[in-house]
């Protein structure tokens, strides 16, 4: 999501929760989420719907930095399908709609939550949520009442009673996979009409399973053809239980491991992600700190009336976050030796990242280190040698002193930046 500080929200609340949902949360969605998520969580579901605050509210009231580790919160609940989220582009207005946790057996019954808790707490932590306490009934006689005493058969139609009287959908509130790399239409043709009927394969219920264990399991499209295959020779059914029982053994099957272990695409304090610590550290340190404060940490000394203006016009005119621009001004520094070029050269880069879809810090690293590779993979073309300037070889040196990887780390920014410290 693109956040304003001053940008406004509503809240919509399916139910207010009570004590079994707190328990829930509590101990099955908060290692999933982290503190962070699981503290917006709470302060959203006690707003008042007829209030439409400002994201302001939230980073005061959360104590967050910045606006993007608010949306990284915002990110994990959505993902865990805790809170949905709606933009109305002409009012520039988002709802979110904040929805109660699942039961502990329904979030036990899903296998992407339930693997994701596993690989959190543990197998054995994790079995014991979900086993209901029982009751102590030595000394009493039961005289609970059947169901055929109570109710009898009427052609009237109540499906889903509990959907009826909460006013949701059966899928409301469900985890969504959409993962794209999946061609789920090529999986649907791949089947012979006569050994499965055609219409199930059209049904979101069925479909969302398949993408989940798809997903979870890293099988592709052949694969779960197998899968599905196996479970109805074998199991001779189609129960979501059997498919992933099946998926479970081809993912054990194929990549030697028990169960697969879910981390978090953006970089994370409180859960495991793909951002080493190292980076993570950087990256919040880029988000937090000012462009000027970075000029001055660059050069030793105060930036210039002029270098500050041409910032404050990088900032207005491109309307990147203060965590890109920064990267921006550490990549020039670094492409250009120290020096600070006018503002026509930076303007050039920012078209260059907008173009590139360019959002976050993170985002912005990865390009500059995929743009890094592409140049080092490069055939050199015999051309005219042109004069450089004077700061080219010193520039040289300092590449070449840096360490052989693939990626800029953190390691060889800090290098960079203090190497610049020591020319001043």
Request: aromatic share 12%; with cysteine.
């Amino acid at each position: 999501m693109e956040l304003a500080v001053n940008g406004i929200f509503k809240i919509n609340r399916q139910r207010c929760l009570g004590g079994e949902d707190y328990r829930v949360l509590t101990r099955m969605y908060l290692p999933l989420i982290g503190v962070d998520s699981f503290a917006l969580y709470h302060l959203l579901n006690v707003i008042d719907e007829a209030e439409t605050p400002a994201f302001k509210f939230l980073l005061d009231s959360l104590n967050f930095p910045s606006l993007s580790y608010l949306d990284r919160a915002f990110a994990k609940l959505e993902a865990v399908a805790l809170v949905g989220a709606y933009h109305n582009k002409q009012k520039d207005v988002y709802l979110f709609v904040v929805r109660p946790p699942l039961s502990a057996v329904a979030f036990a019954s899903n296998p992407l939550l339930y693997t994701f808790l596993q690989g959190q707490i543990g197998p054995l932590a994790a079995d014991k949520l979900r086993e209901s306490p029982t009751a102590v009934t030595r000394s009493y006689q039961e005289v609970t009442r059947p169901f055929d005493s109570v109710f009898t058969v009427t052609g009237k139609s109540l499906k889903n009673v509990f959907d009826k009287m909460l006013n949701v959908k059966s899928l409301d509130g469900a985890v969504k996979i959409e993962y794209d790399e999946f061609d789920y239409i090529f999986f649907k043709l791949s089947f012979d009409s006569e050994f499965i009927d055609p219409k199930l394969f059209d049904d979101e219920e069925f479909k969302q399973n398949i993408l989940s264990l798809a997903y979870m399991y890293k099988l592709n499209e052949q694969e779960m053809i197998e899968v599905v295959k196996k479970t109805i020779t074998v199991d001779k059914d189609l129960k979501y239980s059997d498919l992933s029982k099946n998926s479970r053994a081809l993912y054990q099957k194929k990549y030697k491991t028990d169960e697969p272990r879910f981390v978090t695409k953006e970089p994370d304090i409180w859960l495991d992600s793909v951002t080493d610590d190292d980076t993570y550290r950087f990256l919040e340190k880029i988000e937090t700190i000012s462009p000027a404060d970075l000029l001055a940490e660059l050069s030793g000394i105060k930036p210039s009336v002029s270098e500050l203006k041409m910032i404050e016009n990088l900032v207005k005119n491109t309307n990147f976050p203060l965590g890109v621009i920064n990267i921006m001004i550490l990549w020039v520094c670094h492409e250009k030796g120290g020096e600070i070029p006018g503002y026509n050269y930076f303007e050039k880069i920012a078209n260059t990242w907008a173009r590139a879809k360019i959002k976050t810090p993170l985002d912005a690293l990865k390009h500059i280190n995929k743009e890094q590779k592409a140049r080092e993979t490069t055939p050199a073309k015999g051309k005219k040698t042109m004069p450089v300037p004077d700061w080219y070889d010193k520039y040289e040196k300092q590449l070449a002193d840096l360490p052989k990887r693939q990626d800029l780390s953190p390691e060889e920014i800090k290098q960079i930046m203090d190497s610049m410290k020591e020319t001043k």
